[in-house]
């Protein structure tokens, strides 16, 4: 499907959790820009990274080249052969899984505190946000739907007050957020999400702790759970 201007943009706001600083460096556009195309999967595993070409596509030297693919390979999302290339690798299930229990450890927190607030009015950007979802959602757009999935869940950590704990997740949730992209075209699965996320705003609304933690339990343990099928359909990524 052809990218929209608003996805785009979208999209954009979301890379600039992972930029050192407001204005960014040239090595930080790579990386992010990079980075962005092998979560969408515009980028598959054993994809060559042509050094030349990433320069002329993003006008810069080789130095903040080599920078931006050391930030990735920390991430595990590129491999590098000295002397030889650098490709994207494969999806690495078992760092996913490691970073979703990091992430289903924060959130349960802040949905906890949130409905332990009791103030329905902090959910109000989650709920804008939901609703431009939702139209993403009846459209197919799946790169909107995606980006706006992250800012869901971000509009839900800036009132609970721990922002920066889903950044951190965020910027190691590479291999997991390949995976929820794979799931995503599954029949259902859209729907399954947003009526995950108003499940998560309703209980949070009305202050019952145990739905809360279901309803964020539930949402959470999609992906994983659907591993085994997601493997046999696209074993090029594993």
Same mark, same amino acid.
């Given at each position: 499907?052809?990218?929209?201007?608003?996805?785009?943009?979208?999209?954009?706001?979301?890379?600039?959790?992972?930029?050192?600083?407001?204005?960014?460096?040239?090595?930080?556009?790579?990386?992010?820009?990079?980075?962005?195309?092998?979560?969408?999967?515009?980028?598959?595993?054993?994809?060559? &990274?042509?050094?030349?070409?990433?320069?002329? @596509?993003?006008?810069?030297?080789? =130095?903040?080249?080599?920078?931006? /693919?050391? +930030? *990735?390979?920390?991430?595990?999302?590129?491999?590098?052969?000295?002397?030889?290339?650098?490709?994207?690798?494969?999806?690495?299930?078992?760092?996913?899984?490691?970073?979703?229990?990091?992430?289903?450890?924060?959130?349960?927190?802040?949905?906890?505190?949130?409905?332990?607030?009791?103030?329905?009015?902090?959910?109000?950007?989650?709920?804008?946000?939901?609703?431009?979802?939702?139209?993403?959602?009846?459209?197919?757009?799946?790169?909107?739907?995606?980006?706006?999935?992250?800012?869901?869940?971000?509009? &839900?950590?800036?009132?609970?007050?721990?922002? @920066?704990?889903?950044?951190?997740? =965020?910027?190691?949730?590479?291999? /997991?957020? +390949? *995976?929820?992209?794979?799931?995503?075209?599954?029949?259902?699965?859209?729907?399954?999400?947003?009526?995950?996320?108003?499940?998560?705003?309703?209980?949070?609304?009305?202050?019952?702790?145990?739905?809360?933690?279901?309803?964020?339990?539930?949402?959470?343990?999609?992906?994983?759970?659907?591993?085994?099928?997601?493997?046999?359909?696209?074993?090029?990524?594993?």
């Amino acid at each position: 499907m052809t990218a929209n201007p608003f996805s785009a943009a979208l999209s954009s706001a979301n890379e600039e959790q992972f930029r050192p600083s407001a204005q960014g460096s040239a090595s930080a556009r790579v990386y992010s820009g990079i980075r962005s195309q092998i979560i969408s999967l515009e980028l598959q595993p054993y994809s060559n &990274l042509v050094r030349t070409e990433i320069a002329e @596509s993003f006008a810069v030297s080789q =130095s903040p080249i080599r920078e931006a /693919i050391h +930030r *990735l390979e920390q991430e595990g999302l590129v491999v590098s052969y000295p002397q030889s290339r650098t490709v994207v690798a494969k999806i690495d299930v078992d760092h996913a899984r490691e970073t979703q229990f990091l992430r289903v450890s924060i959130e349960l927190e802040v949905a906890r505190t949130l409905a332990g607030m009791a103030q329905p009015e902090l959910l109000r950007p989650a709920r804008r946000v939901l609703a431009m979802q939702k139209m993403a959602g009846d459209d197919q757009d799946i790169n909107e739907f995606t980006a706006l999935d992250r800012l869901f869940h971000q509009s &839900l950590a800036e009132p609970a007050g721990v922002v @920066s704990l889903y950044h951190l997740v =965020s910027s190691r949730s590479g291999h /997991i957020d +390949r *995976l929820r992209r794979l799931n995503l075209p599954d029949p259902g699965k859209i729907i399954s999400v947003l009526q995950h996320h108003t499940e998560i705003l309703d209980a949070i609304e009305a202050g019952d702790l145990t739905k809360t933690e279901d309803a964020v339990r539930r949402h959470l343990g999609g992906t994983l759970a659907a591993v085994p099928q997601i493997m046999e359909q696209y074993p090029h990524y594993f």
